[in-house]
């Protein structure tokens, strides 16, 4: 098993900054990609952006340019560094990790992954 915990949400004015971390922890040598989704009380759950094992990277066009994904596999944690946001940002922010390489057409598919965060919560007023 995987564990995963998020940290670094808070409230932010709207073109403010934030770093979101994921600590990953347990079998962690078997994770081949992991990605970063999002939920707000009236949307579904939103796949926005992932990082595989080789360094490809994908996000989603609703935060391209504005989010990076990165991973620092000596420390077993994942980021998103968030700038630019905007109120439409606001959510619950998960980080997500899968035991396989995802295909790309199903990397910001929720069912693809196999553990999760609890998640941290974004504000962006």
């Known amino acids: 098993h995987v564990q995963l915990v998020e940290s670094g949400g808070g409230s932010v004015q709207a073109g403010g900054s934030l770093r979101l971390s994921c600590v990953a922890s347990?079998?962690?040598?078997?994770?081949?990609?992991m990605g970063w989704f999002r939920q707000s009380p009236e949307k579904e759950r939103e796949g926005i952006a992932s990082?595989?094992?080789?360094?490809?990277?994908r996000y989603a066009a609703s935060v391209t340019g504005r989010f990076t994904i990165s991973k620092d596999n000596a420390k077993n944690t994942l980021y998103l560094q968030m700038n630019s946001l905007k109120p439409e940002d606001t959510a619950m922010y998960y980080c997500a990790s899968a035991n396989r390489l995802l295909p790309w057409w199903s990397l910001f598919y929720a069912d693809a992954y196999d553990y999760w965060g609890q998640g941290t919560q974004v504000t962006v007023s």
């Open positions: 990082i595989d094992s080789d360094d490809r990277i």
């Open positions: 347990g079998y962690t040598y078997a994770t081949y990609c």
